[in-house]
Nanobody, 124 residues
Framework: QVQLVESGGGLVQTGGSLRLSCAGSGRSFSDYAMGWFRQAPGKEREFVANMNWSGDRARYSDSVRGRFTISRDNAKNAVYLQMNSLRPEVTAVYYC?????????????????WGQGTQVTVSP
């Protein structure tokens, strides 16, 4: 019954910014890691960023570090992704996800609950 719904995607020109939101329901998210992933046309889904349950630790892929920022608000069961200095290469469907078990925040394989995704398109 865990559900995640992404929002905030859209079309932006190179150099612009977007802020993605993910609203969760079905359980308290304060004990569970959450993450952002993306899938571009013709590519496999890849890791973007994640954050541990308490919000004091985060990981980023090398390609977005310094430009994207993940944050969360456990009171709202929400996680966010601030994306700055956008380039066409980041165009993809972005998904939020969360893990099955508390106390873990590993790679893609441990994320079992997924949202439907939100499209991010960056024009040249």
């Amino acid at each position: 019954q865990v559900q995640l719904v992404e929002s905030g995607g859209g079309l932006v020109q190179t150099g612009g910014s977007l802020r993605l939101s993910c609203a969760g329901s079905g359980r308290s998210f304060s004990d569970y890691a959450m993450g952002w992933f993306r899938q571009a046309p013709g590519k496999e889904r890849e890791f973007v960023a994640n954050m541990n349950w308490s919000g004091d630790r985060a990981r980023y892929s090398d390609s977005v570090r310094g430009r994207f920022t993940i944050s969360r608000d456990n009171a709202k069961n929400a996680v966010y992704l601030q994306m700055n200095s956008l380039r066409p290469e980041v165009t993809a469907v972005y998904y939020c996800a969360t893990v099955l078990h508390s106390g873990v925040w590993g790679p893609l394989e441990v994320y079992v609950y997924w949202g439907q995704g939100t499209q991010v398109t960056v024009s040249p």
